[in-house]
């Protein structure tokens, strides 16, 4: 068997936990080495949480998960993937681990020993915040209700099923001396809003921010993955949320130089129009960019804005302001700012306001810190993207015309001039000492936080006119995408970033791709759909609100019928429960209202899955062909369009799947690995997935880095329907788009896609040829989509 190659064809997500270990994964090789994907890609397997069913809760990257399997279960099962051709991509997690010292090593001797530990450079610590006490916020309550629930035993302080290490010396102090006497104190978990003063992943206050910037840090906490690469256990690597580091450029140069320059993928999420800076030495993102731009060549425009209509009409007035997605997003981040983030915000404040007091220039003298908070909080909510990575890209981040903006909201004129200082340190203007980098790299992971914090997992659940729009790295306000963007996006993706990583479905993706292309119809039936749901709305009672009744009739739309009726409501009612606590409107994680969330599940269970929900059922039968031709077109076009796919596991067949936990239950193979459907049979779905991945794999050269993408443009009365492209001259793709609005506009009628030159086979339907030109009614005549291949001459 060949050795895998260096640059994945196509790679395969296997999301490991203590159900679905390192032997269960090497169970499925056969099968996954059948689909023909090259590499097998791993959720992060170094020690974490006991129980964790993800793996981001690092607390140990000196070993490998015991849970898993141990070192010698992962090293079991990159023997047995590379005896059958393939090889491994290991997902990573540089920008934290768990905040849980009696599973974390190097936090339980930071918390015993204090900033004098060797270990303290590892995490990030404001230890001139809180009186030099790393504030850990456990308590159930405040202390005077909590503390005799306060156990020393021996040298260790328990508290329920947490532990903490006691300073030496001080185990017999009385309980209030004891804990002053401490590196840490814990608190009232209400406080870590406000109070907490160690960096956190986004808002989980669980998982503690990793200076990974610090080379000895880096070292540290990657010699075990560097290891397993350099002994070939490994091939290369998904990098998790870059933009949570210091220095995401410097960390991927240093990265690209200890790992001898391998495949690496990072997961960044990209703006409309953003792209990924040209000096980081990756192969690209991890896809969320092409997800975007498949979705959207399935969505009508004219009929999203409809649909939009008719949201804002059943919603109203409960929508987020009528259901505007930039007002919605505003709103969000101011929330998300002032609340989730306050602390971030105050660190912020306190590192903007310590250089101002302390610089020589006069300029920034005199700044109150409450100026400076307001400049920073309005030019933070208006930034576009994640980030900005250097002063030269602040620029364009953080515009003018933003600064403009921020100023209208200080009533005096004079004291807008904040928002000229925190401009002017950003784009470098007032030098660059260590102040200054301080201040900019805090500014720059306070807005990956805010943005991740209030796009995805807020306004993406207050703007729910098409919930499909809602995914990660979209654009919901915007969702479509025509053939000539998409072409234009493919040409850009061969010539600049060939290697990337693509993507339809993933852990973290709020539903699965399968799911989405059911409710990408509703953009072709606007007025059917709001028909059908103001019947099956009537007299179902009571409605919590109009929005939360819009997304839930939606879900179970896009799901459609799974498994037994009770598994399906309560997979919808927890998706609904996630849904609400999300965006914050009515009910939160932290300020849960019991009345609001009982009334969401009575309307789960009497509406969308009950008998009225069986309008919606027959809606989506109606609707199935074009639901088809979407989950088709979108899984061939994602195979065949440049960059590497990967597969999230189960996606090769029909697969539909809610936000997590949903999303991440252990996959089901058979006995032999060989997918274990049961029934015997291939679905549509997996026979397009295989015969794609079998032609990547026999033709490397076609889809590789020195491939070639070209367009490939449908003439004639039904041209827009028609997406269709060439890699290198040697396959043809071509998917129907739309394909309701198609049927109901008269069919194909004379619509021909002229091919390249030569004679063409269909690579699913053998004897099938076609050369020059071909009628799309002759072309699409079995299926919506076509893969072809040239026949030697």
């Not at 059917?528 to 009739?553: C, F, H, I, M, N």
């Not at 440049?642 to 189960?650: A, E, I, K, T």
């Amino acid at each position: 068997m060949p050795p895998a190659p260096a640059v994945p064809t196509a790679t395969y997500r296997l999301q490991l936990q203590p159900d679905f270990p390192f032997s269960a994964a090497t169970t499925a090789v056969p099968h996954l080495a059948a689909l023909n994907i090259s590499h097998l890609h791993l959720s992060p397997v170094l020690e974490a949480v006991p129980g964790s069913r993800h793996g981001y809760d690092v607390v140990d990257p000196t070993r490998v998960r015991e849970e898993l399997g141990g070192e010698e279960g992962l090293r079991e099962l990159s023997r047995t993937a590379r005896d059958h051709g393939l090889g491994l991509i290991l997902d990573i997690v540089p920008n934290h681990m768990a905040m849980s010292p009696r599973h974390n090593p190097a936090l339980w001797e930071v918390l015993r020993d204090g900033p004098s530990s060797p270990r303290a450079r590892w995490f990030d610590i404001d230890w001139e915040a809180q009186g030099g006490q790393v504030l850990l916020p456990v308590l159930g309550g405040p202390l005077g209700e909590e503390a005799d629930r306060l156990k020393v035993d021996g040298d260790v302080l328990r508290y329920h099923d947490h532990a903490f290490p006691l300073r030496e010396g001080t185990a017999g102090l009385p309980l209030p001396r004891l804990l002053d006497a401490q590196w840490y104190r814990p608190v009232w978990w209400r406080l870590a809003r406000t109070e907490l003063n160690y960096r956190r992943f986004f808002s989980i206050s669980e998982l503690i921010g990793v200076r990974v910037e610090d080379p000895e840090v880096f070292a540290a906490t990657h010699a075990k993955i560097l290891e397993l690469l350099h002994e070939g256990v490994v091939d290369g690597l998904r990098v998790d949320h870059p933009d949570g580091l210091a220095d995401p450029g410097g960390y991927l140069r240093r990265l690209h130089e200890a790992t001898g320059g391998r495949w690496t993928v990072v997961e960044k999420i990209l703006a409309d129009g953003e792209g990924l800076p040209a000096s980081w030495p990756v192969a690209g993102t991890t896809g969320y960019d092409a997800l975007r731009h498949v979705d959207g060549l399935f969505m009508d425009p004219a009929g999203f804005g409809e649909l939009l209509d008719r949201y804002r009409a059943f919603a109203a007035p409960q929508t987020d302001r009528g259901g505007d997605w930039d007002a919605t997003v505003r709103r969000a981040a101011y929330k998300v700012l002032t609340h989730e983030l306050a602390a971030e915000s105050d660190r912020l404040t306190r590192v903007a306001a310590r250089l101002c007091a302390t610089s020589p220039e006069t300029a920034l003298r005199d700044r109150a810190p409450w100026a400076l908070r307001t400049a920073l909080t309005e030019l933070l909510v208006r930034l576009e993207v994640y980030r900005p990575y250097s002063p030269e890209d602040a620029a364009t981040v953080v515009t003018e015309e933003a600064a403009a903006e921020a100023r209208r909201a200080f009533a005096v004129p004079e004291e807008a001039g904040a928002v000229d200082v925190v401009r002017d340190l950003l784009l470098g203007r007032y030098g660059d000492g260590p102040a200054q980098a301080e201040f900019r790299t805090r500014f720059a992971q306070t807005a990956s936080a805010l943005r991740a914090k209030s796009v995805e997992d807020t306004a993406f659940y207050r703007y729910v006119p098409l919930l499909s729009a809602t995914e990660v790295g979209g654009e919901p306000g915007d969702p479509a995408v025509g053939p000539d963007r998409f072409h234009a996006y493919c040409a850009r993706v061969q010539r600049d970033w060939p290697a990337t990583g693509t993507v339809l479905s993933t852990h973290d993706a709020k539903r699965s791709a399968d799911l989405r292309a059911a409710l990408h119809v509703l953009t072709e039936c606007p007025g059917r759909w709001a028909d059908v749901l103001a019947e099956a709305s009537r007299g179902v009672e009571p409605v919590p609100d109009g929005q939360l009744a819009w997304a839930a009739w939606q879900t179970v739309f896009g799901l459609g019928p799974a498994g037994d009726e009770r598994a399906r409501e309560e997979r919808v009612r927890e998706a609904l429960l996630k849904h609400v606590r999300e965006a914050g409107l009515f009910t939160s994680w932290t300020e849960q209202e019991p009345p609001y969330e009982e009334a969401v599940a009575r309307f789960v269970a009497a509406g969308p899955c009950g008998v009225p929900g069986r309008k919606v059922a027959e809606l989506r039968e109606a609707l199935e062909p074009h639901i088809r031709a979407n989950v088709l077109g979108a899984a061939l076009v994602h195979l065949t369009m440049p960059g590497v796919p990967d597969l999230y596991q189960g996606t090769e067949r029909e697969y539909r799947a809610l936000v997590d936990p949903d999303n991440r239950t252990p996959p089901r193979f058979g006995e032999n690995g060989d997918g274990g459907d049961g029934g015997g049979g291939r679905s549509e779905k997996e026979a397009v997935t295989r015969a794609a991945l079998a032609l990547r794999a026999r033709r490397p050269e076609v889809f590789g880095t020195s491939a070639s993408y070209e367009p490939l443009a449908a003439v004639g009365p039904a041209a827009d329907h028609c997406l269709a492209f060439a890699r290198s001259g040697e396959v043809v793709t071509a998917v129907t788009r739309l394909s309701l609005r198609l049927a109901e506009s008269g069919g194909w009628r004379d619509t021909r896609l002229p091919l390249p030159r030569g004679r063409w086979a269909d690579v699913r339907e053998p004897g099938r040829e076609f050369e020059r030109e071909v009628r799309a009614a002759e072309l699409f005549a079995a299926s919506p989509v076509v893969l072809l291949e040239r026949l030697p001459e």
